[in-house]
């Protein structure tokens, strides 16, 4: 069992923001880590970083292209390393040495939870062979005759005969699990929550201070969960479960 090997942003309450020298705070700069999803035998990525879209707005999200681990960074990716770092990087921006270091230390990590290579055989390297060169003759001499030995006592053949372990037998019609008919769940206890309407990237929601969850805008009312929503970089992270649901 093997995992995805595709580059992922890790959520919005990790991004690292590029400083120049007048202290001025830039752009946000993303961290990068190894999707930990599972992989079907034979296949590279997980069904869900299997669909990416080009250009898509949230770098946290799985639809977002930052390539492979130990690849080429995608032109869509604003991760550490990526080129639209190295540009900002080229126009004065810098990060702080603290945010460095994260950075770095992410990047070491992935690379470190990827599967080691498979070591490739390679051909046997084949010596020249010298040419034959005939060399002179030596003499004939005359060597002892060698002493014959006497037969001795014929040795005893001993048979060994192998003993096979008796098969144990699983007990096929033993019950694995027993069924039994539980007493339904009813939920009769609501919680009020006050929201207070948002608005973010151009678009209305409803949002709850408590827990930073938003909600959509029906004609009735509060709509279905949409997201967290992330004051600092002021996006609405749409990968993030919605914890009632549990």
Request: charged share 25%.
């Amino acid at each position: 069992m093997s995992t995805c090997i595709s580059r992922r942003a890790q959520a919005d309450r990790t991004t690292i923001r590029l400083t120049n020298e007048k202290g001025e705070t830039g752009k946000h700069i993303w961290i990068e880590f190894k999707c930990p999803n599972v992989v079907l035998d034979g296949a590279t990525v997980c069904t869900a970083c299997s669909y990416k879209l080009p250009k898509f707005k949230y770098q946290s999200n799985q639809k977002c292209d930052h390539g492979l681990v130990g690849g080429p960074y995608s032109p869509d990716s604003k991760l550490y390393g990526s080129p639209y770092y190295m540009k900002e990087l080229k126009a004065g921006w810098r990060l702080t040495e603290e945010d460095e270091l994260r950075a770095k230390a992410a990047v070491d990590k992935a690379y470190s939870s990827m599967p080691p290579r498979k070591k490739t055989v390679q051909d046997p390297v084949v010596a020249p062979v010298a040419p034959l060169v005939a060399s002179p003759v030596s003499p004939l001499v005359a060597l002892p005759p060698k002493p014959i030995k006497k037969p001795g006592r014929p040795r005893k053949k001993t048979e060994v005969i192998l003993k096979s372990p008796t098969p144990v037998l699983e007990n096929c019609l033993e019950p694995k699990f027993i069924e039994t008919i539980a007493v339904p769940i009813s939920i009769s206890d609501f919680v009020v929550v006050k929201v207070k309407k948002l608005e973010c990237q151009g678009i209305q929601y409803y949002y709850d201070e408590g827990s930073g969850k938003l909600y959509g805008i029906a004609s009735d009312g509060v709509g279905p969960y949409k997201g967290r929503f992330d004051k600092e970089s002021e996006t609405v992270d749409t990968t993030f479960p919605d914890s009632d649901c549990e």
